[in-house]
């Protein structure tokens, strides 16, 4: 068992962008990978069972904070292109 490290400094992770479809969200994370920035995409949706619920929270493209910055500055340059 691997327990972590209570000194280990965990990057901070916060949601940038909220979709509602999960074509979108992956078209931004894949804009994002491209330039190097690590990101995921966030949603609850009971694994599919309930999609219903992705109209309430949506899905969520989640970056490390210190990358929130650049992140953005993509998105948007890729957004007026």
Request: glycine share 8%; proline share 5%.
């Given at each position: 068992?691997i327990?972590?490290?209570?000194?280990?400094?965990?990057?901070?992770?916060?949601?940038?962008?909220?979709?509602?479809?999960?074509?979108?969200?992956?078209?931004?994370?894949?804009?994002?990978?491209?330039?190097?920035?690590?990101?995921?995409?966030?949603?609850?949706?009971?694994?599919?069972?309930?999609?219903?619920?992705?109209?309430?929270?949506?899905?969520?493209?989640?970056?490390?904070?210190?990358?929130?910055g650049?992140?953005?500055?993509?998105l948007?340059?890729?957004?007026?292109?």
């Amino acid at each position: 068992m691997i327990t972590p490290d209570p000194d280990a400094t965990q990057p901070d992770l916060v949601a940038i962008r909220t979709f509602t479809s999960a074509s979108e969200a992956g078209i931004a994370k894949g804009a994002l990978e491209a330039f190097g920035i690590d990101c995921m995409i966030s949603c609850d949706d009971c694994g599919g069972q309930r999609p219903s619920l992705l109209m309430s929270e949506g899905i969520r493209l989640v970056v490390r904070s210190e990358d929130a910055g650049r992140a953005e500055e993509v998105l948007t340059s890729e957004a007026n292109e």
